[in-house]
C-alpha cells in the first residue's frame, strides 16, 4: 500500500472513524467518508456522503458514490453498533446485525471488485476481540464473529489477486460504544488509528489489539464454554 491514496471510510463521524479520517488527510490521503449524518471535517482533500448503513437504500446509495468517488486504494469498515442485552426488549437485534455485519458485506461487495480489476487494494474491517459468547450483548458478539469470519476468509480468497483484507480485531476504545462496566485495558481512538495505520503498512489478515486483553477474553471464554458445557 502507498503510503498515500484514496480512502473511503463507512462511518467517520465520531470515534475512530472520525480521528482515522483525520489522520489520513494529515498524511496526505484523498478521504470519502460515509455515515448517517453530516460531517465536521473541512478540508480540501475529504468530501462526504450521507447514507445509514442499515437501510434498504444503502446498497443503490454506495453505487452511486462509488461512481462518483470510486475506485478506492484503502476501505475501512468502521460503522457498528452495539447493547446489553434486554430480554423484555428484543426489537433492536437484528438490527446490529444489519450495521456490523450486513453493512460490511455490502460495502465489499460494491469496493472489492474495482480492486480486484486493478490488482491492488486494501479493506479493513474493524471487528471486536469480543467475537465470541457473551450473554451480556450476544448479538453485539455474535454478529462481530461472523465479521471476523468473513474477513479472514475473503483474505485468504483474494491474496492471489492481489488485494488484501484485514480482520482487526480491537478491545475496549474510548468511544460511545465502550458500555461495559468494567473496561479493562481500554485504549483511546488516537491508539486504535495508530493499529489501524500498523495494518496499512503490514496488511495482514489479522490483527488482534491489545494482546493482554486478548488473553483475558480467551480465558472468560473458557468458563464460558464450561457453563454451556454444564448448562
Not at 31 to 48: C, F, I, K, P, Q
Not at 162 to 181: E, P, W
Request: glycine share 10%.
Amino acid at each position: 500500500m502507498a503510503s498515500s491514496g484514496r480512502a473511503f471510510i463507512v462511518g467517520n463521524t465520531d470515534g475512530i472513524g472520525l480521528a482515522l479520517t483525520r489522520r489520513l488527510l494529515r498524511e496526505g490521503w484523498s478521504v470519502v467518508g460515509l455515515s448517517r449524518r453530516a460531517s465536521s471535517v473541512e478540508d480540501a482533500g475529504y468530501r462526504h456522503a450521507v447514507a445509514d448503513v442499515s437501510a434498504g437504500d444503502y446498497r443503490p446509495a454506495l453505487q452511486s458514490l462509488l461512481a462518483r468517488e470510486g475506485p478506492f486504494d484503502l476501505c475501512v469498515y468502521c460503522a457498528g453498533i452495539g447493547e446489553l442485552l434486554d430480554v423484555n426488549d428484543l426489537a433492536g437485534e437484528a438490527g446490529v446485525f444489519r450495521v456490523n455485519l450486513i453493512g460490511a458485506v455490502e460495502t465489499a461487495a460494491a469496493v472489492l471488485p474495482p480492486m480486484i480489476a486493478s490488482g491492488r487494494g486494501h479493506f479493513i474491517g474493524l471487528s471486536s476481540i469480543g467475537d465470541g459468547v457473551w450473554s451480556d450483548a450476544p448479538s453485539y458478539a455474535a454478529s462481530k464473529a461472523g465479521l471476523s469470519s468473513y474477513l479472514e476468509g475473503m483474505a485468504l480468497g483474494l491474496q492471489s489477486r492481489g488485494v488484501r483484507v484485514t480482520n482487526l480485531r480491537l478491545g475496549f476504545v474510548d468511544t460511545k460504544m465502550a458500555k461495559s462496566k468494567l473496561r479493562p485495558f481500554m485504549i483511546t481512538t488516537e491508539r486504535a488509528v495508530e493499529v489501524i495505520m500498523k495494518c496499512l503498512r503490514r496488511r495482514p489478515a489479522r490483527l488482534t489489539y491489545p494482546k493482554r486483553m486478548a488473553a483475558l477474553v480467551w480465558l472468560l471464554q473458557l468458563i464460558t464454554s464450561v457453563r454451556l458445557w454444564s448448562a
